[in-house]
């Protein structure tokens, strides 16, 4: 970790104790959650963008949901997560801090999921952070229920150093750095999305949609 970034880190010490408990059953599981300083720019996004309705691919134990919630009490949060233990773990968090009423998990394959969607009202957030070589198709499927001027979210787009090749030290998780470069340089050129990368938490993109 960079030290600018641990010094960045520093500073949010403290500020979401309430969820320590959340964070500490993600180390000791090795469940990957967002790094301090992403979650915080994220809802740092939230709170300039305004969102009322937001889609969440990847909601691992549901820290991530939680945290979008906490921001403002008229946001609604659909999460959909795959893996059948970690939404069972991510139900009983959002219990445990009452967030039911905002937070709607649902155990199922994205793609699935939006290709099953009917409602109408698009979504004004979308935040990806799931298998990582299915970006492109996240993007794909979530498009188009994204409303224009909505923001895309997308993160671990640099992948611990993968990605710019700054570590090498594990050839499979190279090939998947590989892959979100290939991605990165998709979406940075894809003309439905105006798009930038910010260097912080595990590196995020940001889109704005510019097409209905």
């Excluded at 999921?113 to 298998?131: C, G, M, S």
Aim: glycine content about 6%; proline content about 2%; overall charge negative.
């Amino acid at each position: 970790m960079r030290a600018s970034q641990s010094y960045i880190q520093s500073l949010y010490e403290g500020s979401d104790s309430e969820l320590q408990k959340i964070t500490e059953y993600a180390v000791e599981h090795h469940v990957p959650i967002m790094e301090v300083d992403g979650i915080q720019f994220i809802k740092q996004l939230i709170r300039i963008h305004r969102p009322k309705k937001i889609l969440e691919i990847g909601t691992a134990i549901g820290y991530s949901a939680i945290q979008m919630a906490k921001v403002d009490p008229s946001i609604h949060v659909t999460t959909l997560e795959v893996d059948e233990t970690r939404y069972r773990q991510a139900i009983k968090n959002i219990q445990t801090f009452n967030y039911e009423k905002q937070i709607n998990a649902i155990h199922q394959d994205a793609i699935d999921y939006l290709n099953d969607r009917t409602e109408d009202e698009p979504f004004d957030f979308v935040l990806i952070d799931a298998a990582k070589g299915k970006n492109k198709d996240f993007v794909d499927y979530t498009a188009p229920f994204l409303k224009k001027n909505g923001l895309l979210v997308v993160d671990n787009v640099l992948f611990k150093g993968y990605v710019s090749g700054e570590n090498n030290e594990s050839k499979r998780l190279s090939k998947l750095g590989s892959k979100i470069n290939s991605f990165n340089q998709w979406l940075m050129n894809d003309e439905r999305f105006e798009t930038t990368i910010v260097e912080t938490g595990d590196g995020i993109a940001v889109a704005i949609k510019q097409t209905n």
